[in-house]
C-alpha cells in the first residue's frame, strides 16, 4: 500500500506531466497556481519536508514550482 | 388540499406561431395552426369525449368516440386527427353524434367487466366516465357470445399488473412504449376480435424487453395496466409536487397520498426536466423510505468494535460536538472536517459547508462529486468560465448529431435517453464513444452511425484526434472561434494538436479505434448544423478526466457548437443534486458560487453574513482526509449521506483512514458501509419528508416538498442546525426557505431564486439574477461567462495503471437501469428483482482461454485487491476488457479499484483497473472478513 507520501509525491508529479506540454515558463506558473488553489498547507508542509530530505522520485518541474511557491 | 388534476388536451400542441380562428360550438377561438380539433376544444374548455387519445402521444384516431361534425365536411371525422382550419364551423355535440358515441360506448361496455365497485380504477376511470359523458344507460348485448372477460392477469412485474379482461386495445400503452419510452417492448398481437396487447412473444411482462418505465400504465385509460399499489391502497386523495431524489435528470413527480401514506408516484406533465414520463427508478422504486432497514434513532458508540447504544437526539448532538470539540483542542482546528451528499437538498448541503466553513473554523469539506463529476467543474470552469452544462435537455430536439461520450442514458439517465432516442428517431445521427456496445449503440429504431470502441484509458488521445480532424481537414469555424475565442490561444491549441501523436493514424495504434472510424465521427460532428455532446461519468472518472473534458470544451468551441439550442457540452450527473452539491460550496477550495476561498470580496460576504472570520486557504479533500487520518492529523469526519466506504475507490485506504479516526459521524437513512467505521449514528430522513431544493444536470433547481413527517424526527437540515449549535456556531433557521434566502443573498448566480420564485415559475435554471430574472435554458449565447472562450492545451498522458501478464485484462465500472449508485435504496425496493447482484461481463474469447462459463463464479483480481462474482459472458465488451458494476456491498468492487485518480481533480480511476480473472469456489478473504466485520459492526446493544 502506498504511504501518504508517495501520494503526495505522485499527485504533484501527476500535475507536473498534465502541464509540461506547455512553455517552461507557463507550465511552471501554471503548476504553482494549480497547487495553491487546490493543496491544504499540511500538503505542503509535507512535501516541502521530502523534498528537504532529498525528494527522490519528485519530477523537476513540480519540484521547481513548489519551490517557487515556498520562496513566496 | 386535493388531488391534481392536470389537464389532459387530449392532442399535442403545435409549434406552429400562426393562429388560426375557427368557431367551435358558436364560441370563436384562435389557436396555432396544426392544432387538432381536439385539444382546441379543450383549450376553451370543452372535453370532447375520447378513449384512445391523451396528449402525451401522437393521434391515433382508433376508437371512433370523438367524432365531431364539420360544416362543409361529409361525415363526422375524429377531432383528435383533425387539424383546425381557418373559418372552419365544428359542432362537438348534436343528436347525431350523440347516438353514434352511445353506439361505440355501448360496444365497448359488451366485453368490459361491470365490477366497477370493487375496480381498483374505481373513481379513476376514463371508460367510465366516458360512459357518462355520453349518457350510456343500457347496454343491449349481454355476454352469451365470445368476449374477453375472465383472463388471467400478468402479475409477474412487482410494481403493476395487466389485467387483459378490461383492456379495450387503444393501444395507448402500445404508443406510449415507443413514442414516450422508445423502448417498443409492447405491441398489439393478432388482428380484429384477437387483437391483445402483448408484452412479448409468449412473454410476461417481468421477461420482456419492458424497462418498467410505467409509461403505459400512466397512459391506460382504464384498469387494465395499474399499479399494485392502487389495487392495495386504494385510490389516492391528495397529491403534492416534488422531485425524485434518483438521478440527475431531476424528474418532477406528483407524490399522490393517502394521509401520509404514498399511494404512487405519477410523473409530472409540467416538470420541464421530464414532461411527464419517469423511469422504474423514480416512478416505483421509493419503498426503501419505510423499509425495516431504516433506523429512527440516533446512536453512538465508544469504538467501532462496540455494539450500537440507542441515545436521545439531545444526547446524540451533545456528545458529537464534545468528540470534536475535544478533538480540535487536542489536534488543532484543523483536524475535523466534513463531506456534503449530493442526494440532500441544495440548503441542507449549504448548511453542512457552513457548519464545516464557520463552525469548525475551516475548509476540509468535499463532496461525492469528488468521485463523479469534480473534472466537470474543473474542465468547463477552465474554458467557458463556470462549472456546469451549457444547455437545457429540450435542446436535444435540435440537435443533428449527438456525441455521447462515456455515458450510458438508457441505464444512466433514463429519461432525458427517451428524449434523445425520440430525437434520433427524427433523424439525428448519433456517435458513441465508449468501451462497451451500451444499448444506445444498436437498440429498436435507433443506431450509431458510428461506434467508437475505444480502449479503456485512451478518450483525451480519442477525442484529440477527433479535433485534429477538424483542424487540419478545414472543419472548424473560424467565425465562432474569432468572435467568441481568442484567436491567438486556438491558434497555439490548433498547433499543438496538428501534432502528429495526436492524428487518428497514430491514435488509433494505441485506443483500437480505426483512423476512418475517427475521421468519420469528427466529420459527421463537425459537419452538423447543431452537434451536441453529451458525456458521463466515463469521461470524468479517469487519471486524465480533467483532460478530456478540456479536450470536449475545445471540441464544442472549434465547432463553434456553443451558445444555442441544439448544441453545447452536457454533463449528465450522476446523482439528483450533483450539480447543487458543487454550487452550494461543498469542494475544499471554494465558497457556493464557485468563488475561491482566498477570493477577499466573497470571502468578506459569507464572514458580514455569517459574523465570523472564514479561512482563506483550501481544505481537504476526500481522498486527502483519509491520508491525513493515516498520519494522525485528521481525527473527526461529519459525513451526510454519503458512503464512501461502498462508493469510493480502494475501499482499504478508505477502511484505513476510516479506522483510524477518533469519531465518524455518519447521517443516513440506513447503516451503510461507512457506518461500519463510525462512533455516531444520526438518523436521516428521506426526500419524501422534507422541503428543500435539488438542482438537476440542467442546473434546474426544484422543488422537493415534504409529503410525510420524518419518520426519525427531524429533516436533514435541522439536523446540521442541532450539531451548529451545540459546535457554538448559532443557527436559527424555522424553515429551509430561508436558507435559500441566505443563498441567494450571498451567491450572485441565485439572486433571484426563492421559495416564492419556485413556486410561481415551477423551476428555475441559474444563473437567476436581475439580468436573468426567469433563469437561463441556454448558456453562453453571446459570450462565455468567462468572457473569451479559452482553448486549453490537453495533452494526453496514459494513465499509470497498465495491464502486463499478471494483469492481462481492463477492467470499466458501471451502473444498471434498475440500480442507483451503491444501491442503498433500490436494493432495498423490488427494483432488486432485476439485478440482484453484480455480474462480472467478460467476452467469450477472454472467458475461453480461462475456462471460465456463464454464471461461474470467477476470482477478480487486480493489484489494489481481489473479490468474487459470476460471470457473464457477452460480446458488449470488447476483447480484453470486463465490465461490472457496483451496486451491491457483497461484491466490493472498490476493493479492486486501484487509488489512482484525476490530476487535477483526485476524481478516482473507476474505468481503468488493471485485472485478471480466475474461476473461483467462492468469497475472497476479503469479501468473508468484511462480512465478519460488517455483521458484528451493525450490532445494536438491547436496552
Known amino acids: 500500500m502506498k504511504t501518504p507520501q508517495d501520494r503526495l509525491v505522485y499527485m504533484a508529479n501527476q500535475i507536473g506531466k498534465a502541464f509540461a506540454a506547455r512553455p517552461r515558463e507557463e507550465a511552471l506558473a501554471e503548476i504553482a497556481n494549480h497547487l495553491k488553489s487546490f493543496w491544504e498547507k499540511r500538503m505542503f508542509v509535507q512535501i516541502y519536508a521530502y523534498i528537504d530530505s532529498g525528494g527522490a522520485g519528485l519530477d523537476e518541474l513540480p519540484r521547481l514550482s513548489l519551490q517557487s511557491l515556498r520562496d513566496t | ?943
Open chain 2, 1 to 943: 388540499m386535493g388531488l391534481i388534476q392536470e389537464i389532459d388536451y387530449g392532442t399535442k400542441p403545435s409549434a406552429a406561431t400562426s393562429l388560426v380562428t375557427l368557431s367551435i360550438d358558436g364560441q370563436s377561438v384562435a389557436v396555432p395552426e396544426g392544432t387538432s380539433i381536439m385539444r382546441a376544444a379543450m383549450q376553451m374548455g370543452t372535453q370532447i369525449p375520447k378513449l384512445c387519445a391523451t396528449d402525451m402521444l401522437d393521434s391515433f384516431g382508433s376508437c371512433r368516440l370523438c367524432l365531431v361534425e364539420i360544416e362543409g365536411r361529409a361525415g363526422t371525422p375524429a377531432s383528435c386527427t383533425t387539424p383546425v382550419a381557418p373559418g372552419m364551423v365544428v359542432h362537438t355535440q348534436n343528436a347525431k353524434l350523440a347516438k353514434l358515441r352511445r353506439g361505440v360506448m355501448e360496444l365497448y361496455i359488451s366485453d368490459h367487466p361491470l365490477d366497477c365497485l370493487t375496480c381498483s380504477a374505481n373513481g379513476d376511470c376514463e371508460l367510465q366516465d366516458m360512459a357518462g359523458a355520453v349518457g350510456l344507460r343500457d347496454v343491449r348485448y349481454g355476454y352469451a357470445g365470445e368476449n374477453h372477460l375472465g383472463q388471467d392477469k400478468d402479475v409477474s412485474n412487482p410494481y403493476f399488473q395487466f389485467d387483459p379482461s378490461k383492456c379495450i386495445v387503444c393501444s395507448r400503452c402500445v404508443r406510449a412504449c415507443a413514442e414516450v419510452q422508445g423502448t417498443f417492448a409492447l405491441t398489439i398481437e393478432g388482428s380484429g376480435f384477437a387483437s391483445k396487447v402483448s408484452a412479448g412473444i409468449d412473454e410476461n411482462f417481468f421477461d420482456s424487453e419492458c424497462v418498467s418505465c410505467g409509461a403505459c400504465v400512466q397512459a391506460c385509460p382504464t384498469a387494465t395496466l395499474m399499479e399494485k399499489s392502487v389495487v392495495e391502497i386504494g385510490q389516492p386523495e391528495h397529491s403534492v409536487v416534488t422531485t425524485c431524489a434518483y438521478c440527475g435528470v431531476g424528474c418532477s413527480f406528483k407524490a399522490e397520498m393517502r394521509g401520509e401514506e404514498v399511494v404512487r408516484m405519477v410523473p409530472y406533465k409540467d416538470g420541464k426536466a421530464n414532461h411527464g414520463h419517469s423511469c422504474v427508478k423514480g416512478r416505483f422504486a421509493w419503498g426503501y423510505a419505510t423499509h425495516r432497514d431504516r433506523v429512527t434513532k440516533p446512536m453512538i458508540r465508544a469504538k467501532i468494535t462496540d455494539p450500537w447504544r440507542e441515545v436521545s437526539w439531545e444526547e446524540a448532538i451533545a456528545y458529537t460536538a464534545a468528540e470534536f470539540k475535544r478533538i480540535q483542542a487536542k489536534h488543532g482546528k484543523d483536524s475535523i472536517g466534513g463531506i456534503t451528499s449530493s442526494r440532500c437538498t441544495n440548503e441542507e448541503t449549504f448548511l453542512v459547508q457552513k457548519l464545516i466553513r464557520a463552525g469548525f473554523g475551516n475548509n476540509n469539506v468535499d463532496t461525492c462529486a469528488r468521485v463523479c463529476h469534480s473534472p466537470t467543474g474543473y474542465g468547463l470552469s477552465k474554458t467557458f468560465g463556470t462549472s456546469a452544462g451549457t444547455q437545457d435537455f429540450d435542446s436535444v430536439d435540435h440537435a443533428d448529431v449527438i456525441l455521447v461520450i462515456g455515458a450510458n442514458p438508457t441505464d444512466g439517465h433514463p429519461v432525458f435517453a427517451s428524449r434523445m432516442k425520440k430525437r434520433l428517431r427524427e433523424g439525428a445521427k448519433l456517435i458513441v464513444v465508449d468501451p462497451r456496445r451500451i444499448d444506445l449503440v444498436r437498440m429498436p429504431h435507433v443506431q450509431a452511425t458510428q461506434h467508437l470502441a475505444l480502449r479503456p484509458g485512451t478518450n483525451v488521445a480519442v477525442v484529440n484526434a477527433l479535433a485534429h480532424v477538424v483542424v487540419s481537414e478545414g472543419l472548424a469555424d473560424e467565425d465562432f472561434i474569432r468572435e467568441r475565442c481568442d484567436w491567438d490561444e486556438f491558434a497555439e491549441w490548433a498547433a499543438f494538436i496538428l501534432r502528429p501523436e495526436n492524428s487518428p493514424e497514430t491514435v488509433a495504434a494505441l485506443s483500437g479505434v480505426p483512423a476512418e472510424t475517427i475521421r468519420a465521427a469528427a466529420r459527421l460532428y463537425a459537419g452538423a448544423p447543431n452537434g451536441a455532446i453529451y458525456y458521463g461519468l466515463g469521461v470524468t472518472e479517469h487519471s486524465q478526466g480533467s483532460s478530456t473534458v478540456l479536450a470536449i470544451a475545445n471540441l464544442a468551441m472549434a465547432t463553434g457548437n456553443i451558445g444555442r439550442p441544439g448544441v453545447g457540452v452536457n454533463p449528465l450527473r450522476g446523482q439528483n443534486n450533483v450539480q447543487g452539491s458543487c454550487d452550494m460550496g461543498s469542494f475544499p477550495h471554494e465558497f457556493p458560487g464557485y468563488r475561491h476561498v482566498s477570493n477577499t470580496d466573497a470571502r468578506e460576504i459569507f464572514e458580514r453574513d455569517w459574523g465570523v472570520a472564514l479561512s482563506a486557504e483550501p481544505g481537504l479533500r476526500i481522498p486527502n482526509m483519509l491520508d491525513a487520518a493515516m498520519d494522525g492529523s485528521f481525527l473527526g469526519l461529519y459525513i451526510q449521506g454519503e458512503d464512501i466506504a461502498q462508493s469510493d475507490p480502494d475501499t482499504k485506504h478508505i477502511v484505513g483512514g476510516l479506522t483510524a479516526m477518533e469519531c465518524v459521524v455518519v447521517q443516513d437513512l440506513f447503516l451503510n458501509e461507512t457506518a461500519n467505521y463510525a462512533h455516531v449514528f444520526l438518523p436521516g430522513c428521506s426526500f419524501l419528508e422534507k422541503d428543500g431544493t435539488f438542482t438537476n444536470a440542467e442546473r434546474r433547481i426544484q422543488r422537493v416538498r415534504k409529503v410525510m413527517a420524518p419518520k426519525n424526527g427531524y429533516g436533514d437540515w435541522e439536523i446540521t442546525q442541532m450539531l451548529a449549535n451545540a459546535m457554538g456556531l448559532k443557527m436559527h433557521y424555522t424553515h429551509p426557505s430561508e436558507i435559500m434566502d441566505e443563498i441567494a443573498r450571498t451567491t450572485p448566480s441565485f439572486a433571484g431564486v426563492s421559495f416564492g420564485a419556485l413556486d410561481r415559475l415551477g423551476s428555475i435554471q441559474w444563473p437567476c439574477n436581475e439580468a436573468a430574472p426567469e433563469g437561463t435554458p441556454v448558456m453562453h449565447i453571446d459570450h462565455f461567462v468567462r468572457g473569451r472562450g479559452k482553448f486549453v492545451i490537453s495533452d494526453y498522458i496514459p494513465t499509470d495503471e497498465k495491464t502486463g501478464p499478471r494483469f492481462p485484462l481492463l477492467l470499466t465500472t458501471g451502473r444498471i437501469l434498475s440500480q442507483y449508485n451503491v444501491g442503498a435504496q433500490t436494493r432495498r425496493t423490488d427494483n432488486a428483482l432485476w439485478h440482484e447482484e453484480d455480474l462480472l461481463e467478460i467476452h467469450p474469447h477472454d472467458a475461453e482461454v480461462r475456462g471460465v462459463k456463464d454464471g461461474a463464479w470467477v476470482k477478480l483480481a487486480s493489484r489494489a485487491g481481489e473479490t468474487t462474482l459470476r460471470a457473464k459472458l457477452t460480446d458488449r465488451v470488447a476483447p480484453g476488457v470486463v465490465y461490472t458494476t457496483f451496486h451491491h456491498p457483497v461484491t466490493q468492487a472498490n476493493v479492486i479499484t486501484t487509488d489512482y485518480s484525476d490530476w487535477a481533480t483526485n476524481c478516482p480511476e473507476y474505468k481503468v483497473t488493471a485485472v485478471q480473472i480466475s474461476l473461483s469456489n467462492g468469497p475472497s478473504d476479503w469479501q468473508k472478513d468484511y462480512q465478519a466485520h460488517s455483521a458484528a459492526a451493525r450490532r445494536i446493544a438491547a436496552e
